[in-house]
């Protein structure tokens, strides 16, 4: 008896090439991002802590890169998950390819949509590390890494853009169940502003306090000893990410659309405004204006209007970025009041940044911009919507709460593991020279001149 052969599954009808080749170099701008926070960490770091930090943001792309292919996609986006995390339905990318996926991204191959969303995942890792940098080991940190982005931001960013997440969902959380069609009424956060912003920021902080200060570091005393090594890296860095975050933002588009022309818009102004504000407040402090300042303020522009990019017009964007430079400016002296070493102000700068940014998209919000790519949204309290306030508190005082107290337990467990200390002990060396050196030699730095001389293995022995 003759069989009748399968009838072929219907061939992938290409939404318009333009998106696929906008999201590709979207993705690629936001893959530049991590290398951009490790040039940035590593020259507001001494010179001997530069390398290493570098190093661990590198390391926690390579780390997050496998996880979000072997499970971390699948529980952050799965179509079929709960209100509060997904299933290993898509682990290692099985069934994730060519179609695009309904709901969330639907104008591009579903494996595009997974390599953009994983360059976020690994950015936002690597962000954590500048509340404790110099005084980290590597090897504990990227245990910390791999477990924090199973536990932390995967469900965080299903909460927050997945179909069925609880915060996307937040007036109608019945309709989260697999029989419903969720209403997708509730926190708007564009592009990241809980899942990368507020997590890695209160993850920082919950860093920080666990491991300490550094050694001889008096908070609140802006001693020589710990300045800036390399301001032309700081500014080079905020560079990096000023060009990454058209992609950040842009990108979450998911498709070449007028909507993604103005979130591009919209973030630059944005930076622009923080930039100047916080050189204001700086000038009123200490009646000069430094690069690194500029450059924070900046950093904590591109931070407020990440939530708010897709949603909010050019005029407000200017407002965000105003306030976020003053606000992240004095949120930085929280730590001297305090008396927590958040070395590099990751907390202040990105939690206290994302945490007010998701505050004022619920303010600022527009339904005009949502019609740009044809997505109906109730707007912000300007159109008449002040409901939309409370659900962006709500979402961001859940992430960060989740976010600050699995980080410390996870810091605190890991740190009981024989061999996966958290802090170097010992002489205070530089974790650079300590991991990376070659059993024939290493470049060390030569404190007089500034210069580098190489020293054989023969001449070391007498130091170690």
Same mark, same amino acid.
């Given at each position: 008896?003759?069989?009748?052969?399968?009838?072929?599954p219907p061939p992938f009808t290409d939404p318009g090439s333009p998106s696929i080749g906008f999201m590709i170099a979207a993705t690629a701008l936001v893959f530049i991002m991590t290398p951009g926070v490790g040039l940035l960490y590593s020259g507001l770091s001494r010179s001997k802590n530069a390398g290493s930090i570098f190093m661990a943001c590198m390391l926690a792309m390579a780390v997050v890169t496998v996880q979000w292919v072997l499970f971390g996609f699948s529980l952050a986006f799965s179509e079929t998950g709960s209100a509060v995390i997904g299933n290993f339905a898509w682990g290692g990318f099985t069934n994730v390819g060519i179609p695009a996926i309904p709901v969330v991204a639907v104008a591009i191959p579903g494996v595009l949509f997974a390599l953009y969303q994983m360059q976020f995942a690994t950015v936002t890792a690597a962000l954590i590390f500048g509340s404790v940098t110099e005084r980290i080991r590597l090897i504990p940190t990227t245990v910390f890494v791999f477990l924090w982005t199973t536990i932390v931001y995967d469900?965080?960013?299903?909460?927050?853009?997945?179909?069925? /997440? &609880?915060?996307?969902?937040?007036?109608?959380?019945?309709?989260? =169940?697999l029989d419903q069609t969720p209403c997708g009424i509730g926190?708007?956060?564009?592009?990241?502003?809980?899942?990368?912003?507020?997590?890695?920021?209160?993850?920082?902080?919950?860093?920080?306090l666990i491991i300490g200060k550094r050694r001889g570091a008096a908070v609140g005393e802006h001693s020589g000893e710990f300045r800036s090594h390399n301001i032309p890296n700081v500014i080079l860095g905020t560079a990096l990410?000023?060009? /990454? &975050?058209?992609?950040?933002?842009?990108?979450?588009?998911?498709? =070449?659309t007028p909507r993604a022309v103005m979130a591009g818009t919209v973030t630059t102004v944005a930076a622009a405004a923080a930039a100047l504000s916080w050189a204001f407040v700086d000038t009123i402090r200490t009646g000069k204006v430094s690069a690194v300042g500029f450059c924070s303020g900046a950093i904590a522009g591109l931070v407020a209007i990440t939530p708010a990019s897709g949603f909010v017009a050019p005029w407000a964007a200017i407002v965000i970025g105003l306030v976020a430079g003053v606000a992240c400016n004095y949120a930085t002296y929280i730590k001297n009041v305090f008396g927590f070493d958040d070395t590099l102000d990751a907390w202040g700068v990105h939690a206290v940044g994302g945490f007010l940014g998701n505050v004022l998209t619920g303010i600022f919000a527009q339904k005009w911009i949502g019609l740009l790519d044809g997505t109906a949204i109730n707007g912000g309290w300007v159109d008449g919507n002040w409901v939309q306030v409370g659900y962006q508190v709500g979402g961001s005082v859940a992430i960060a709460a989740w976010s600050f107290f699995v980080s410390f337990v996870l810091l605190y467990a890991i740190d009981k593991i024989p061999g996966l200390k958290l802090r170097r002990v010992g002489r205070e060396r530089g974790p650079w020279r300590r991991h990376h050196r070659g059993r024939r030699g290493v470049v060390r730095h030569c404190c007089r001149r500034g210069s580098f001389r190489a020293s054989s293995a023969r001449q070391r022995e007498g130091e170690d």
């Open positions: 008896m003759s069989s009748t052969p399968a009838t072929p469900p965080v960013a299903y909460w927050t853009w997945a179909d069925r /997440g &609880w915060i996307r969902n937040m007036a109608c959380l019945s309709t989260t =169940a926190s708007f956060d564009y592009a990241g502003g809980g899942p990368v912003h507020i997590a890695s920021g209160f993850a920082g902080l919950a860093y920080c990410l000023w060009f /990454g &975050w058209f992609g950040f933002n842009g990108g979450s588009a998911l498709a =070449a």
